[in-house]
């Protein structure tokens, strides 16, 4: 496992890397109120991964916001929960 910081860019294609391949990631923003969110590699959209925020009760998100490569992940979207522009956001990384 990797714990790990990395500032968000807005840009879709944001690739993060980690000395392993992930299959569960869990992302949050450091300097927010913002939620948990854990992705894994059984929760696929289309490849994307889709997520569950941690400190709610929803049921899992339809959308795939990472993709879970053999170096790290690939944020695939610009939403602000995980990828705003100049936002710090912490990870951790498991195998």
Known sequence: STIGTYTGNATVGHAISTPFAPTWVMIKRTNNTGDWQVFDSQRLNGG???YVSINWDGA???L???TL???GFTITTTAG???EL???MLYYAHA
């Open 48 to 50: 994307n991964c889709r």
């Open 60 to 62: 899992e998100s339809a």
């Open 64 to 66: 795939g916001y990472i």
């Open 69 to 71: 490569t053999a170096t």
């Open 81 to 83: 929960t995980i990828n």
């Open 86 to 88: 100049g936002e710090k």
